[in-house]
């Protein structure tokens, strides 16, 4: 009943800006944690920043001060702003989200379908 509709990858050179968009769509009571993960060829799927239902934000090392996530709750959003990405920052971008169903007391994590960052001159 719940999905997860990811948009705004493609292609951007090092230096420019991307900006990441997954909604939640269905029904639910609530959404909880939210955050956005990521996966390149051959590699293992890694964590690249999470957002708390107040607002705690956790980012990995390797995008501090480059990339900011955020929330809208009003539109059960969350977006990954991404500003000077490298070509290590190639890979498929996953959002996960925390939904809370009436008459539950913990979040079921879902993923969206995944969106495609290319990173190159």
């Known amino acids: 009943q719940v999905q997860l509709v990811e948009s705004g990858g493609g292609l951007v050179q090092p230096g420019g800006s991307l900006r990441l968009s997954c909604a939640a769509s269905g029904r639910f009571f609530s959404i909880n944690a939210m955050g956005w993960y990521r996966q390149a060829p051959g590699k293992q799927r890694e964590l690249v920043a999470t957002?708390?239902?107040?607002?705690?934000?956790n980012y990995a090392d390797a995008v501090k001060g480059r990339f900011t996530i955020s929330r809208d709750n009003a539109k059960n959003t969350v977006y990954l702003q991404m500003n000077s990405p490298k070509a290590e920052d190639t890979a498929v971008y996953y959002c996960?989200?925390?939904?809370?169903?009436?008459?539950?007391?913990?979040?079921?994590?879902?993923w969206g379908q995944g969106t495609q960052v290319t990173v190159s001159s």
């Open positions: 957002i708390a239902n107040g607002g705690n934000t």
């Open positions: 996960n989200v925390g939904i809370v169903y009436y008459n539950h007391n913990s979040p079921t994590n879902y």
